[in-house]
């Protein structure tokens, strides 16, 4: 008859190890993939206020300039906002181009070699060439366009914001759900 060896406390955890391992290394893994998105979302988050923040201060400095601005001024936006395009969606993109495309050239600057001065001229001016008010309601509509990019979600727990998601997709498709006894 063969040798029947005792199972005690060691043997099981001998038997068992290689599970503990791979449940310890999927549980690494996992954080290790939380922590990344996270690092991620910050990331993201950091570019995209740099962006809002080069169109507040266009804005501030048109504002305070009474809409002339040097093009030391405008190349400095150009350049800041760049990549917007590749951050935001398309909303955001319409709004820069809007404002891009108010600003026209003015001649040089006189006493000055090359120095060229833009004028911001809004489309919906008011009055006799008041630029406080589109000014003032760009301000407001870059809050709101930049707004849901600049969120970060700390509020909601994860299966609060699943939850959420399934039922905007569910409420997106209703015909998936449709029963035969729906008219």
Known sequence: MPYQQ????????????????VLVAVGVALMQYYLQRKQWEQQMFAKRFEVYAAVGRFLSAALNSHGRLDS????????????AKFMFGSDVATFIHEINGAISQE???PGTYGKYV??????DLEGEGDLTTPIMRWGFR???????????HHDQSWLARFVARVDRWVDERPHILKSRYDS
């Open 72 to 83: 030391a001024e405008y190349d400095r936006f150009v350049f800041e906002i760049r990549p």
């Open 107 to 109: 001649d040089a600057v």
């Open 142 to 152: 870059a809050e709101v366009a930049f707004g849901p990019y600049l969120q970060i």
């Open 6 to 21: 005792a199972r005690d406390l060691t043997s099981y955890i001998a038997a068992y190890a290689p599970l503990l391992a």
């Open 118 to 123: 833009q004028r911001l001229e809004p489309d």
